[in-house]
């Protein structure tokens, strides 16, 4: 599995769930910019694939009003995110691809923001999967709301790397994977 994302509770949660359960997790760059934490040459070859969203980068896309710059930074992190996910796909042969969103920080309307924009970016994936070629990718999201889902989506995921219920179909765990 792929991991991508800064190192922080949420990625060192999911790590260790995943080790603990015999599933490698490899370190991918941090999605929407932001420091590496190993090259991509590194990974190997894997069926999964997730981008988590710290809670200070979906705090500093989504805690603040709407206005050009940030559109434009939501927009660029997509567009990242979206070509990261391709090349994951195309390269290392993921076929499943979680959009993980740590919202606890944010109000309650803006967690509703990013948790369609998380939707939205699942979609988008899938669709431009599709159109490149990758017919079997699948696309899920989850939004982390509270300090107990932080467990609950790990173990989700690990689930979700092992075959679980397919893409889209609501979870155990308060339907944590979307």
Not at 62 to 67: A, E, H, K, P, Y
Not at 79 to 105: E, F, H, P
Not at 131 to 154: F, H, K, P
Request: glycine share 8%; net charge neutral.
């Amino acid at each position: 599995m792929l991991l991508f994302g800064p190192d922080g509770d949420l990625s060192r949660t999911i790590a260790a769930t995943c080790r603990a359960h015999g599933i490698e997790a490899a370190s991918g760059p941090e999605p929407c910019g932001g420091p590496s934490r190993a090259s991509p040459e590194a990974t190997p070859p894997t069926k999964s694939a997730v981008f988590i969203l710290a809670a200070e980068t979906t705090e500093s896309l989504f805690g603040q009003t709407l206005s050009v710059a940030a559109r434009r930074r939501l927009r660029s992190c997509e567009n990242s995110i979206c070509d990261s996910a391709l090349a994951a796909a195309g390269a290392d042969g993921a076929r499943r691809v979680l959009v993980a969103c740590d919202a606890r920080t944010l109000s309650f309307g803006k967690r509703l923001r990013a948790e369609r924009w998380a939707r939205d970016l699942a979609h988008r994936i899938g669709y431009e999967g599709r159109i490149n070629g990758y017919s079997d990718l699948t696309t899920s999201y989850a939004v982390v709301e509270t300090e107990d889902e932080v467990q609950l989506l790990a173990d989700a995921i690990v689930e979700w790397h092992q075959g679980g219920a397919p893409a889209g179909e609501p979870r155990r765990a308060l339907a944590v994977l979307r």
